[in-house]
């Protein structure tokens, strides 16, 4: 029996799974946690790989790695590592993004020759801010990576020559999904020279080879991953709650939105992966927990005894900042409060609609760019959520399908490495469990208009 290794290279954690390569079974598993923050040492994501996969990549007999999406990670002459990796929830290059949006032309140039509109998150951005805010650390940089990109290169022994995939690849802002290669003059423009980037592997290309020997696949930044580990059709679509939400489907054609909500990404296997990403997601919901001094479990069964549309309350939660849509400095708004919705109840059903809102404006975004949407898989932490399983159905509007709890990117990773190993044009084909199907029992319009009404008052700029 084959055995192929997935790893998840989280914000928060590293994941391992060991899986049988013809039948997907998961075999054995493995996690580390990584250190808080929105900048670290690279290191640290190597030496959490190396607990979590303890016992587990010694047996693979291939391995790829999902790893957190558009994260910089500078290198110098040497190969050594020139300052902590900036990672994609570091807001600091908002400032450098409205420059550069500004000084190419604007968001359609951008979205034209790329196919996104700059944000803090994404690579290029934060070239920009390096070259501006740290001079000395930027003259020493000669190569840029991902984080997927790097943990890769220290899989394959760090070969001369790193690799990337075009997943992960379509989120730095210099490589266009649309023509498949990348853009040195708009890298050029934002750190001021041209520094070397990962060659764009094929999506089921051996990359190299571990020390023990097994096949190191591309990889793939974690939101393709976790599309090639449900085995996405068209008209699913993925609404993933985890640190950040996530709302993306597999499309045939790439997608340009010069509004910026819809990032046209690509996926891991030479398709195209449309996108919409908050900042805010099951983080909102244990700050709210905190708040009423509750458990999550707690936060639960508050949320269910209250009224659809939370009595008026209505929760825009934009904690951290917010990427979709762009407000990097603002906090959050309650809104709606009266004697009579100041309750618990409502406060904890307001924070999952607000959740949810935010996400089904995602939704609405890709159906306006022609994606189909016949159904939703709700995956990530605070899908396990009953009272989020409860109110999704009525805030989406369409089915919610729960696959079984599991570690989709790390799966989407498996699937590609046992796809490298094996060959053929398509990935293996695995079955995905599903622990629930969710019918929409009302209408979501009442509880979407209230959402949308509070966001244009305290954010005009939205409309």
């Known amino acids: 029996m084959a055995l192929v290794a997935g790893i998840d290279s989280s914000t928060q954690a590293c994941k391992v799974v060991l899986v049988d390569a013809d039948s997907g079974k998961i075999v054995d598993t493995g996690r580390a946690d990584h250190p808080d923050g929105t900048e670290v040492d690279p290191q640290a994501w190597w030496d959490a790989l190396g607990t979590a996969g303890a016992g587990l990549l010694e047996r693979a007999d291939a391995v790829a790695v999902g790893g957190q999406q558009h994260g910089m990670v500078t ?74 990109d790097w943990l890769t290169w220290q899989l394959a022994g760090r070969p001369d020559q790193p ?37 764009v592997a094929a999506p089921a290309e051996v990359v190299g080879r571990t020390s023990s020997g097994a096949v190191v696949a591309p ?23 985890g640190t950040s939400g996530t709302v993306f489907a597999t499309s045939e054609v790439s997608v340009v939105d010069a509004s910026g909500f819809v990032a046209g990404f690509a996926d891991a296997t030479g398709r195209h992966l449309p ?6 997601a099951a983080r909102v919901l244990s700050a709210t927990a905190a708040m009423l001094g509750a458990s999550l479990a707690e936060l639960d069964r508050l949320a269910v005894q209250a009224p659809p549309g939370s009595g008026g309350l209505v929760l825009l939660p934009y904690l951290d900042g917010e990427r979709t849509p762009d407000l990097p400095d603002a906090t959050g708004t309650l809104a709606g409060l009266t004697r009579e919705s100041m309750t618990p109840q409502n406060l904890a059903r307001a924070a999952i609609e607000g959740m949810l809102c935010g996400l089904a404006d995602g939704v609405d975004a890709l159906r306006a760019h022609q994606v189909p949407v016949e159904r939703i898989f709700l995956i990530g932490g605070a899908a396990q959520s009953a ?32 796809w490298a190993l094996h060959g053929g044009d398509e990935a293996p084909d695995w079955d995905v469990s599903v622990e629930a199907v969710l019918e929409p029992q009302g209408s979501a319009d009442a509880i979407r208009d209230a959402y949308r009404a509070a966001r244009i008052r305290s954010h005009p700029e939205t409309e």
């Open 75 to 148: 290198l110098d002459a040497q190969r050594d590592v020139v300052r902590p990796a900036l990672l994609w929830n570091d807001t600091r290059s908002a400032g450098a993004a409205r420059e550069l949006t500004k000084e190419f032309g604007g968001a359609q140039a951008w979205a034209d020759a790329v196919g996104l509109v700059l944000v803090a998150s994404f690579t290029v951005t934060k070239l920009r801010w390096l070259a501006r805010e740290e001079p000395a650390s930027a003259e020493r940089v000669e190569q840029v990576m991902l984080p997927h």
């Open 163 to 199: 690799t990337t995939d075009r997943g992960d690849a379509s989120g730095t802002g210099y490589w266009s999904a649309a023509t498949g290669e990348y853009r040195p003059d708009l890298l050029g423009l934002a750190f001021g020279r041209e520094i070397g980037v990962p060659r």
């Open 219 to 241: 990889g793939t930044g974690d939101n393709m991953g976790a599309a090639l580990g449900l085995g996405l059709a068209p008209g699913d679509v993925v609404v993933s709650l």
């Open 275 to 280: 996108l919409v990403c908050t900042l805010n």
């Open 387 to 418: 009272a989020v399983q409860q109110i999704a159905p009525e805030v989406f509007g369409v089915p919610v399908l729960v696959p079984n709890p599991g570690e989709y990117v790390a799966l989407g990773a498996a699937r590609q490495a046992a």
